[in-house]
């Protein structure tokens, strides 16, 4: 037994020394969660991350949306359809022009959600910090449509 430790450890070192420069370009590009670039909107209580494509244009978009502790949206609505998983966190979500903070849903971690074009909703986080992959067609506009 003593002998298969010192292997181990020299293959977990080759493991460990295989870098992402070593792959093809043309094959596959990685981002490690350090060189994803997140724009902070402090007003919101949120951050975005894009992936891929321009979520203000036509196209397809992924973006990483991150929602601070006790910040919410209000109620709005986006033009077309959103796919959403919950990566991280519990998301919390309600519906309809009615702004009711306190009738939110939770949605935990690897849920996925359909936001409908055109469905009026609103979400945040509460106690903790959550994470969402967003994926659609742009552009992704929010119309606001809270009754007062």
């Known amino acids: 037994m003593p002998r298969v430790l010192p292997l181990a450890i020299l293959v977990l070192m080759q493991l460990a020394s295989v870098r992402a420069a070593d792959l093809d370009p043309k094959a ?3 981002q490690l969660p350090k060189e994803i670039k997140w724009n902070v909107n402090e007003a919101a209580g949120s951050a975005q991350a894009v992936l891929v ?3 203000s244009k036509p196209g397809l978009y992924v973006v990483l949306q991150k929602w601070f502790p006790h910040h919410n949206s209000r109620p709005h609505f986006h033009p077309n359809d959103r796919y959403i998983t919950v990566i991280s966190g519990t998301w919390w979500v309600n519906t309809g022009p009615k702004y009711d903070p306190a009738g939110m849903k939770p949605v935990p971690a690897g849920s996925f959600v359909v936001h409908t074009g ?4 609103y979400d945040g986080a509460r106690d903790e910090e959550a994470v969402l992959q ?4 742009g552009p992704a506009t929010g119309t606001p449509a809270e009754e007062k």
Do not use: A
């Open 28 to 30: 596959i590009s990685i």
């Open 53 to 55: 494509g321009d979520p």
């Open 134 to 137: 967003i994926v659609g067609m």
């Open 118 to 121: 055109k469905g009026i909703h």
